[in-house]
């Protein structure tokens, strides 16, 4: 399928290089595409292997019938000129992990794990569970490694567990790729400019479960209502966390009515955590990997980077980075976490995202800080709704003003409910600001 092929990479990034060092391999003729500058080294390793990379903001200019195939950066639009052309043409449109599945070694066990929230850390709870246990446990896809680049460094053997998250921009362009175990940690809408609608959002993420039978096993939240509606028609063995026979409450979170772990030894908190944990219990239950491994894990791990991360206090006031809201939905959760006192910075691209759900919540918000393109769509929600608000197109002027608004006990909160893309190349940049700024106060 991926020999002796004419081949466009429409996106270059770390996916679409190692999609291109990979491919390369197997007497293809490539052609990487990106309106960026890419670095000196990587266009040198390319050009060494026969590869050609061509800066250009047209790339459909490049394509024509006698492409065989096109890999798409899942960050590229379905509505993109380039993409709507291939499909004209009747060129195969796939994805670097989709390429990626097609060179796996046979005997593996594949997870995967998807949702709208939550699924970066129940990825990496499962892979420090899995570690602690010794089991030959592989991490990749969008929390990390690209799964070309696993491949061609030779990192996966027979019998190995490949854990992968799976973002929605992956699933999208999903043709063959098939999991052994998936997990859904739960659905709302989001990324609705990429797919158009909440209902063509849904469809893409029921394709964690393509091609799945009996044998196959599904992790799904039972208290999510739209996950449910989604998976009512899959064939396979359904465990569900936050059911009555597995759940969480204030003293411990339970497997089958016995209690695993009680909260006062677990470090992260926080309802939406206690969720992720049960889709990790559960995964660890179907492997037969004993809950100890899960136990030492949760007594010594303290979250993922950019995810209410604690950041600093300074003079009593506490900041915390949660960059990787990037929903609405998100930004409740964080919400949640806090009593009062929120100083709560709010915003970033505008994906035709709605605040409405953060109503229940906004008296815990003393004032919020508009930022980035959807700014003045927050500022009039907080008219709306009686909330102080003041907007500022970047991060660091909502800061300094914020530098100013503090007192004791107050709690600033990064959590912008909104894509970061109007301003950053990902999330993790408009955290790692965050953090930059907060430390130099």
Known sequence: MFQDKKILILGMARSGYAAALLLSKYNN??????????????????????????????????????????????????????IIKARDLGITVVNEMEVGYHFLPSNLTIIGVTGSNGKTTTTTLINEALKKAELPVILGGNIGIPLCELINNNKIKEKDILLLEISDHQLNDFKDFKTNISVLTNLCPTHLDYHGSYEVYKRVKHRIFNYHTKD??????????????????????KYYFNSKDNYYSD??????????????????????????????????????????????VLKEFKGVEHRLEFVKEIEGVKYYN????????????????????????????????????????????????????????????????????????????????????????????????????????????????????VNGF
């Open 29 to 82: 003729q490539i052609i990487v595409t990106d309106s960026k500058k890419q670095e000196e080294e990587k266009l040198n390793n390319l050009k060494k292997l026969g590869i050609e990379f061509i800066e250009s903001d047209n790339p459909e200019d490049l394509l024509d019938d006698s492409f065989n195939l096109v890999i798409k950066n899942p960050a590229v639009f379905p509505t993109h000129p380039c």
């Open 216 to 237: 196959d096993i599904a992790i799904i939240n039972y208290n999510n209502e739209d996950s449910m509606e989604l998976t009512k028609d899959i064939k396979d063995t």
């Open 251 to 296: 003293q411990g979170i339970y497997i089958d009515n016995k209690l695993v772990v009680e909260t006062k030894d677990i470090l992260l908190k926080g309802s939406h955590n206690y969720e992720n944990i049960l889709a990790m219990l559960l995964v660890l239950k179907v492997l037969d990997v004993p809950f100890r491994y899960a136990i030492d």
């Open 322 to 437: 949660d960059s990787k809201s990037t929903n609405p939905t998100a930004t409740v959760t964080a919400l949640k976490s806090f009593q009062e006192n929120i100083l709560l910075i709010l915003g970033g691209m505008d994906r035709n995202q709605e605040f409405d759900e953060l109503v229940p919540y906004l008296s815990k918000i003393k004032k919020v800080y508009a930022i980035g393109e959807v700014r003045e769509k927050i500022k009039e929600f907080c008219l709306d709704n009686q909330v102080l608000c003041e907007e500022f197109e970047f991060l660091k002027e909502a800061l300094l003003k914020i530098k100013k608004d503090v007192k004791e006990k107050d709690i600033v909160l990064l959590s912008p409910g909104s894509a970061s893309w109007d301003q950053y190349a990902k999330f993790e940049d408009r955290g790692q600001e965050f953090k930059e700024i």
